[in-house]
């Protein structure tokens, strides 16, 4: 029997049941969890692990839901990854800053990316790495950060793409789009 509640996924051999919720801008959305559930992260990276390009030198991502799949996408890969943070650390030296209008949470937030990790993307092929990508306003501004930082954005991936973000995204599958 289908609950409207909730929507089913399969990642690799796992299937899982993501709650629908209401969320900012963006109405009724699937919730895809990665933070406390190992199975699905490690499902998820493992079937990710092909939609990484080969040149990639630098996997990024920002600290979110994102930071488990990207951590074991790097731990499979042997490729180093960097995390944009959302607040300022006081041990940040020279960090750069982006803001970036969040569908999500209807608000505007702040991107911070610490000098040192930034002087790291420098020279290098990197992939953005994102649990989904539906409006690519993250997505934008952590590319506006790898350029800033002298990095070349070589792809952006996800496990879930939901609507038609405005860059080419590779995902491992698409989020419907839900009413009201």
């Known amino acids: 029997m289908n609950n409207p509640n909730e929507l089913t996924v399969q990642v690799g051999s796992l299937e899982r049941h993501l709650p629908i919720v209401r969320t900012g801008n963006l109405g009724r959305v699937p919730l895809v969890e990665f933070m406390g559930d190992s199975a699905f992260t490690n ?7 092909a939609l990484i ?11 979110t839901n994102a930071l488990p799949l990207t951590h074991e996408l ?11 943070r959302k607040k300022r650390r ?3 030296h020279d960090p750069l800053i982006q803001e970036v209008p969040s569908m999500s949470l209807g608000v505007t937030e702040t991107l911070w990316l610490d000098g040192p990790h930034a002087a790291r993307l420098k020279g290098q092929q990197v992939t953005i790495v994102q649990d989904v990508i539906a409006s690519g306003g ?17 792809a952006y991936i996800a496990a879930f ?18 009413p009201g």
């Open 43 to 49: 499902a998820a990276a493992q079937e990710m692990l």
């Open 53 to 63: 390009p080969p040149q990639t030198q630098v996997l990024l991502t920002v600290v």
């Open 74 to 84: 790097s731990d499979r890969s042997g490729i180093p990854y960097v995390c944009v």
């Open 90 to 92: 006081t041990y940040m």
């Open 138 to 154: 993250t997505a934008q501004a952590l590319a506006r950060l790898v350029e800033r930082s002298g990095g070349t954005v070589t």
């Open 161 to 178: 793409r939901r609507g038609t973000p405005p860059m080419a995204v590779t995902a491992l599958q698409d989020l419907p789009t839900l």
